[in-house]
Structures are given as structure tokens and as C-alpha cells.
């Protein structure tokens, strides 16, 4: 994690870098020699699992925050894009907890789905596109929208039907 033994801490609506605690050094510790998974550890050193929110209940990998409860209260919260490590905030005072959870981990959450939906309305868009233009069957790939017909070199744009389009309406 942060090697250079600091932490990020938010405090009444602030943030502040100050001294790692010791049960995330002896978390690090705990992991590094027999390589194990860094939310292992910290389970393991904290004594309780970590509760995660994701988008789609993690079937979609963008993004992900990972809390843990702190044993004298308050909560350490890890945030991740495709399951790299992004942030690491501690949260000491329990009365910030719901402060922070709504005005940061759901705008993260929320901004990651907003960029998801985005990315699959532009999938539907080409599957739709490619249908229409050449129809259902074997060449149009489901997934990308994509047909063999724009790839394959025996269908050169100067062969096609002058009012025939390619590709988001362009001429061919």
C-alpha cells in the first residue's frame, strides 16, 4: 500500500495525511512475506471481513469500495477500478461515516455505472446499426456490432451500391 507510511484520514469533511496505524503496518507485514491478498490481511489483522459494494452486486469489475469496521470504531475504506487498488481512506470517527459514504463512495459508484451504461448503450447502438444493415445472421458479431462485411477485402467501399453507407452513415 502507501509506502511511504502515511495515510489518507477524513475528519470532519476534510482530508488529511497522517501516520499510518499500527494494524495497517503489521497488515502489510502480514501480507508481503507469503504473498497474500491484501484484503486478507487486513481482515485478518482488523478481525473482521470487509463489506464491498460494487456496481451491478460485482458483476461488472469497474469499480468497487471495500470497508472495514474498526475495532475501536470508525472505518477503513479501500476504493478500486478493475480491481486495482485506487485509494485508501480511514475514517476514525464513526460519526463521519455517513458523511463520507454519501458525498464520496456513491459518487464514485455512481459516476463509474454512469461511464458502464454509457459504454453499453454505444455496444446496443452498433449491434443495431449492423442489423439493420446487413441483417441478422452469422457475420454480424453480437457483441461488438461489427460485421465481416466491413472487414473483409473482397467488399471494397469502390465495389459497393453508391447510396450504400458504412459505419455510423458514412459513404461508402
Known amino acids: 500500500m502507501d509506502q511511504d507510511n502515511s495515510i489518507t484520514v477524513y475528519r470532519a ?22 504473498d497474500r491478498d491484501w484484503a486478507e490481511a487486513v481482515s485478518a489483522e482488523l478481525d473482521c471481513e470487509a463489506n464491498r459494494v460494487s456496481l451491478h452486486g460485482g458483476t461488472i469489475p469497474e469499480a468497487s ?10 472505518h477503513y475504506v479501500e476504493f478500486e477500478c478493475r480491481y486495482q487498488h485506487v485509494a485508501a481512506v480511514l475514517v476514525p470517527d464513526q460519526r463521519d461515516w455517513l458523511v463520507f459514504y454519501v458525498t464520496i463512495v456513491l459518487p464514485f459508484l455512481h459516476g463509474h455505472a454512469a461511464i458502464t451504461l454509457a459504454h453499453s448503450q454505444h455496444r ?42 458504412i459505419g455510423r452513415g458514412r459513404p461508402a
Open 124 to 165: 446496443v447502438g452498433d449491434v443495431l446499426i449492423a442489423r439493420a444493415r446487413y441483417g441478422e445472421g452469422e457475420h454480424v458479431d453480437p457483441i461488438t456490432g461489427t460485421s465481416e462485411f466491413d472487414t473483409h477485402p473482397r467488399w471494397k467501399p469502390a465495389l459497393r451500391n453508391q447510396h450504400q453507407t
Open 65 to 74: 469500495v471495500a470497508w472495514w469496521a474498526l475495532p475501536k470504531g470508525g
Open 13 to 34: 469533511g476534510a482530508f488529511t495525511e497522517e501516520p499510518e496505524p499500527s494494524w495497517h503496518v503489521m497488515a502489510r507485514e502480514y501480507a508481503r512475506p507469503f
